[in-house]
């Protein structure tokens, strides 16, 4: 039996066809997502309609070949939203999670005044709980404001409800919790938008899709295989990585990084998230908007650095990994990478203090942006009541800067000590998809029973 995961993804759309018996990866399928689209600068577009044809060719493909396929999964980026018509057709381009109009001074009355609150800001304070740009919520009240809204729009949706819809014939979006909660306006113990409050604030909320629980298949099977609601790419890949949820801490760093771990109810973490997973129970994350990109800023500055001075070598990443801590002299560098700022704050900015005769070195520059990358993400984690950091005995890492820097996965091993497993397969948001679908399908009892399929490296 086997089963297919799809994550569309913002750069990448990776299909996956998994062996339920065994584990195993029968076949990866990753294709650029080339569906961007130029916009205004504080704009990020991408065309719905291409990422669907390059998804329903992977997911073809696999059909094509194997016949006995139980199910498909779908996850992919979450936040960013689209407009369907009443035939579940795309209006428009999608906006992803990267959309900056949400932070626009002014933007929710479309004056464009200089001081004026953005709609984030405004939604933010109407609703009593923080949305952030890029939040489909926030995006959809702008263009309202702005009378962009296609007129024939039913319904919006994330880009993974729309290209699930298709894949099933359906003709009009639902949304899992996972996805729902992504938008804003969200209500954890109701499972369902606020959409009263919504109403209020001048939003049409009748173009709110229903929300669904426990993955249901959507419309008619493809080729005679159901196809699945669709699930946030943070939980599917929480879920894609870890055996046990209750045991584990997930820390993902790739061009920006998130720590995850399991909370016992929907009440609030300070500075942190707390969204639904998939078929019952709450996940945690703290998200830093920089992560591993802050290592590569590094890399960059001593590049211009060498040139400016008659170089013109490249800085190798090993190079610098090979640098470590006990190797210095003289007082740590303390590192602030949030060079991005943060959800809560964008104009937030990184800095270096702790600077002395004996310590501005590149060498301490480097260890203190390693440790400054793990400190945002611990500082999230440490926000985690006591008692449930108590239960957490595995440390999960996953992203291309935790797999490709040993230095930096060794900096979380001593600070949480834990040994930090990696898992096998790179595809952790659509492994999870396609742990999902079994779920769902029946083909695994409950997410338990199909979390016992993650290998990690040492077990290769």
Same mark, same amino acid.
């Given at each position: 039996?086997?089963?297919?995961?799809?994550?569309?993804?913002?750069?990448?759309?990776?299909?996956?066809?998994?062996?339920?018996?065994?584990?195993?990866?029968?076949?990866?399928?990753?294709?650029?997502?080339?569906?961007?689209?130029?916009?205004?600068?504080?704009?990020?577009?991408?065309?719905?309609?291409?990422?669907?044809?390059?998804?329903?060719?992977?997911?073809?493909?696999?059909?094509?070949?194997?016949?006995?396929?139980?199910?498909?999964?779908?996850?992919?980026?979450?936040?960013?939203?689209?407009?369907?018509?009443?035939?579940?057709?795309?209006?428009?381009?999608?906006?992803?999670?990267?959309?900056?109009?949400?932070?626009?001074?002014?933007?929710?009355?479309?004056?464009?005044?200089?001081?004026?609150?953005?709609?984030?800001?405004?939604?933010?304070?109407?609703?009593?709980?923080?949305?952030?740009?890029?939040?489909?919520?926030?995006?959809?009240?702008?263009?309202?404001?702005?009378?962009?809204?296609?007129?024939?729009?039913?319904?919006?949706?994330?880009?993974?409800?729309?290209?699930?819809?298709?894949?099933?014939?359906?003709?009009?979006?639902?949304?899992?919790?996972?996805?729902?909660?992504?938008?804003?306006?969200?209500?954890?113990?109701?499972?369902?938008?606020?959409?009263?409050?919504?109403?209020?604030?001048?939003?049409?909320?009748?173009?709110?899709?229903?929300?669904?629980?426990?993955?249901?298949?959507?419309?008619?099977?493809?080729?005679?295989?159901?196809?699945?609601?669709?699930?946030?790419?943070?939980?599917?890949?929480?879920?894609?990585?870890?055996?046990?949820?209750?045991?584990?801490?997930?820390?993902?760093?790739?061009?920006?990084?998130?720590?995850?771990?399991?909370?016992?109810?929907?009440?609030?973490?300070?500075?942190?998230?707390?969204?639904?997973?998939?078929?019952?129970?709450?996940?945690?994350?703290?998200?830093?908007?920089?992560?591993?990109?802050?290592?590569?800023? *590094? =890399?960059?500055? %001593? @590049?211009?650095? /060498?040139? !400016?001075?008659?170089?013109?070598?490249?800085? $190798?990443? &090993? +190079?610098?990994?090979?640098?470590?801590?006990?190797?210095?002299?003289?007082?740590?560098?303390?590192?602030?990478?949030?060079?991005?700022?943060?959800?809560?704050?964008?104009?937030?900015?990184?800095?270096?203090?702790?600077?002395?005769?004996?310590?501005?070195?590149?060498?301490?520059?480097?260890?203190?942006?390693?440790?400054?990358?793990?400190?945002?993400?611990?500082?999230?984690?440490?926000?985690?009541?006591?008692?449930?950091?108590?239960?957490?005995?595995?440390?999960?890492?996953?992203?291309?800067?935790?797999?490709?820097?040993?230095? *930096? =996965?060794?900096? %979380? @091993?001593?600070? /949480?000590? !834990?040994?930090?497993?990696?898992?096998?397969? $790179?595809? &952790? +948001?659509?492994?999870?998809?396609?742990?999902?679908?079994?779920?769902?399908?029946?083909?695994?009892?409950?997410?338990?029973?199909?979390?016992?399929?993650?290998?990690?490296?040492?077990?290769?």
């Amino acid at each position: 039996m086997k089963l297919i995961g799809l994550d569309i993804g913002t750069s990448t759309i990776c299909g996956l066809l998994l062996d339920a018996a065994s584990g195993e990866i029968v076949s990866v399928v990753n294709r650029p997502n080339a569906g961007g689209l130029r916009g205004r600068p504080w704009e990020s577009l991408q065309d719905p309609v291409a990422i669907l044809g390059t998804a329903i060719q992977v997911v073809d493909g696999f059909l094509e070949s194997h016949r006995d396929v139980r199910g498909i999964g779908v996850a992919g980026q979450m936040h960013g939203i689209l407009y369907v018509d009443g035939d579940g057709r795309a209006l428009g381009p999608l906006y992803t999670w990267q959309d900056g109009r949400g932070d626009l001074p002014g933007s929710a009355g479309g004056g464009g005044t200089e001081g004026a609150p953005s709609t984030a800001a405004r939604l933010s304070e109407a609703l009593g709980t923080r949305v952030s740009t890029g939040m489909g919520l926030v995006t959809h009240a702008w263009n309202a404001a702005q009378g962009q809204v296609p007129a024939r729009a039913a319904a919006i949706c994330t880009i993974m409800d729309f290209v699930g819809m298709t894949l099933a014939g359906a003709r009009s979006p639902v949304m899992d919790a996972t996805n729902a909660a992504s938008l804003g306006g969200f209500d954890l113990a109701a499972l369902d938008f606020r959409r009263k409050d919504i109403q209020r604030l001048g939003i049409d909320a009748a173009l709110l899709p229903r929300v669904v629980r426990d993955y249901p298949a959507l419309g008619d099977a493809r080729a005679g295989v159901p196809v699945f609601a669709a699930a946030g790419d943070n939980q599917a890949s929480f879920l894609g990585s870890v055996r046990d949820t209750r045991r584990a801490v997930s820390v993902n760093v790739g061009t920006s990084s998130q720590v995850s771990a399991r909370a016992d109810s929907p009440a609030p973490v300070p500075g942190m998230d707390v969204r639904p997973l998939p078929f019952g129970g709450w996940l945690a994350v703290g998200a830093g908007l920089c992560g591993g990109s802050a290592y590569e800023l *590094l =890399r960059a500055f %001593f @590049e211009k650095t /060498l040139r !400016l001075f008659g170089g013109n070598q490249p800085v $190798r990443m &090993e +190079t610098m990994n090979a640098v470590t801590a006990e190797a210095l002299e003289g007082a740590p560098l303390v590192v602030d990478t949030r060079f991005s700022g943060t959800r809560e704050d964008p104009a937030l900015r990184g800095g270096v203090t702790g600077i002395g005769t004996g310590n501005f070195t590149p060498e301490h520059l480097v260890v203190g942006v390693r440790e400054g990358i793990a400190s945002e993400l611990l500082d999230f984690y440490a926000r985690l009541p006591v008692a449930r950091r108590m239960e957490i005995t595995e440390l999960v890492g996953s992203g291309n800067a935790i797999r490709r820097h040993d230095a *930096l =996965r060794q900096v %979380f @091993e001593r600070r /949480l000590g !834990l040994r930090m497993k990696v898992p096998a397969h $790179r595809e &952790e +948001t659509s492994f999870g998809a396609a742990l999902l679908a079994g779920v769902a399908s029946g083909t695994f009892t409950d997410l338990a029973a199909a979390g016992a399929l993650v290998r990690y490296e040492a077990e290769r």
